[in-house]
Nanobody, 121 residues
Framework: QVRLVESGGGLVQPGGSLRLSCAAS????????MGWYRQTPGKQRELVAA???????TVVDSVKGRFTISRDNAKNTVYLQMNSLKPEDTAVYYC???????????????WGQGTQVTVSS
């Protein structure tokens, strides 16, 4: 089983910055990709950014140029640096990992518990 623990959320004023962290622990053979999704009430969870073990990144247009995703493979940790935050970035942010727990097992999806990010003056 893979456990994801997020940290770094909170309240910030528009234009401010936050850095989210997510550490994976447990029985891990490999992690193919890690990323961040966000969700607001009444809406579907949406991808914000993702990064593969090789370092390839995907960032959605709405945050491109403001958010940066990075990863420390040795620590099984992914980060999301969020700059120039806007009120519309307010959401619960969820960490995601696509991981293999044993060499003879397939890839599965794992989720963190979510961390609230509120952008408000």
């Amino acid at each position: 089983q893979v456990r994801l623990v997020e940290s770094g959320g909170g309240l910030v004023q528009p234009g401010g910055s936050l850095r989210l962290s997510c550490a994976a622990s447990g029985t891990i053979f490999s992690i193919a990709a890690m990323g961040w999704y966000r969700q607001t009430p009444g809406k579907q969870r949406e991808l914000v950014a993702a990064i593969t073990s090789g370092g390839s990144t995907t960032v959605v247009d709405s945050v491109k140029g403001r958010f940066t995703i990075s990863r420390d493979n040795a620590k099984n940790t992914v980060y999301l640096q969020m700059n120039s935050l806007k009120p519309e970035d307010t959401a619960v942010y969820y960490c995601h990992a696509a991981a293999v727990v044993r060499a003879d097992r397939g890839l599965n999806d794992y989720w963190g518990q979510g961390t609230q990010v509120t952008v408000s003056s």
